[in-house]
């Protein structure tokens, strides 16, 4: 029995065969101990980081989720800013067709205008060239045809169109071809010749020449008697009955009374002839009715008077006034616009 434990003792002993397998188990034991709460450590640990990252997903994903429904808000909100803008550019592409349709409309009007305004201004250049022409070859009057022609250059320039310049070049060549022209001053003629038969009445007749108190123009009838009317109409028949005359003299027989007025009257007539011959530019005329109108003041009225020869001296004046000139043909300028215009018709068509 005591063998029992020392036996007991030896075989626990750190050299004996079981001593070594017991402290080998022992190790063992510990090293799967610390396996263990290794083990449990790492699952622990493990399990606490699956829980963070759980939680951090779930935030993550909450987080997702919220951008993804802000987004959402945001994609409908700018599909409604993107349809409200393309219901804009629809409305601005109408209004800019509608603007277009109308800067096209208004340039056909504007371009319409102007068409219409360079025909106007076209006929009132034409209508002022044939005034032109008209005064210089019916009347002759190269002042109212020079007037004219400047009108229309002036009126062109104040347009001051390319297209005109064709026509003002025409214009400019008649202008300077009546401006060449000798000066007939015929508005002063006219004057002076007015002034002659104004003055007519005034004028003295040779002393002796007209029988008894010249007679005036007929004037308001006097009432007289039967009996005075009737001595009065035989006193002239009996005057007429009876006429001495010495024909070895030249010199002229009396005028009678009424005869002076009937002068007078035909001297006028002469004047306005000859003014109306000025106006005419017929020169024959003009000076053969200046010619007769200076003959009869030489025969029947007193020329030691000073009225008489001033009348004489502005007489002869007047018969040494040519009135014959080479009117120029200014068709070229009013053929220049008819050529405008109707090339104006061909473009048109």
């Known amino acids: 029995m005591a063998d029992a434990p020392q036996e007991a003792v030896n075989n626990t002993a750190p050299g004996s065969p079981k001593g070594y ?3 080998r188990q022992n190790i063992a034991l510990i090293l799967a101990l610390l396996a263990l709460l290794l083990l ?17 997903l779930s935030r993550r994903l909450g987080a997702f989720e919220t951008r993804n429904k802000e987004s959402e ?4 909100q700018a599909q409604e800013a993107t349809r409200e803008a393309q219901a804009k550019l629809d409305l601005l592409e109408q209004k800019l067709a509608e603007s277009q349709s109308h800067q096209v409309a208004l340039e056909e009007m504007y371009q319409e205008m102007s068409r219409n305004r360079d ?5 009132e250049i034409e209508q002022i060239l044939l005034i032109a022409s008209q005064q210089l070859q019916l009347a002759g009057n190269v002042k109212a045809a020079l007037a004219a022609l ?39 003629l006219s004057l002076r010749l007015d002034n002659l038969v104004a003055e007519v009445d005034q004028l003295p007749l040779i002393p002796g020449r007209v029988g008894g108190k ?32 010495n024909l070895k003299k030249s010199e002229l027989p009396l005028l009678p009374p009424d005869q002076a007025y009937f002068l007078r009257e035909s001297l006028k007539l002469r004047l306005l002839s000859a003014r109306i011959a000025l106006l005419q530019r017929n020169e024959a005329s003009f000076k053969a009715d200046i010619k007769a109108a200076e003959g009869w003041l030489n025969r029947y009225y007193d020329a030691r ?23 120029p043909d200014i068709s070229a300028s009013l053929n220049a616009a008819h050529m405008f215009k109707l ?5 048109g068509k």
């Open 21 to 23: 397998w017991l402290g």
């Open 40 to 56: 449990g450590w790492q699952w622990l640990d493990s399990h606490q980081r699956n829980a963070d990252l759980e939680l951090t």
């Open 73 to 76: 808000i945001l994609a409908r």
């Open 119 to 123: 025909e106007s201004v076209l006929a």
């Open 150 to 188: 400047q009108t229309a250059d002036g009126r062109l320039q104040r347009i001051d169109k390319p297209q005109f310049f064709t026509l003002r070049k025409a214009i400019s060549k008649d202008i300077e071809q009546l401006q060449a022209l000798p000066l007939l001053d015929v508005a002063g």
């Open 214 to 245: 010249e007679k005036q123009a007929p004037r308001g009838l006097q009432p007289e008697s039967f009996w005075q009317r009737l001595g009065t109409e035989a006193w002239q028949d009996f005057r007429q009955l009876v006429r001495i005359q």
């Open 305 to 327: 008077d000073k009225s008489v020869r001033i009348a004489l001296a502005s007489l002869q004046q007047l018969g040494q006034s040519h009135l014959a000139i080479d009117l």
């Open 343 to 347: 090339g104006r018709e061909k473009d």
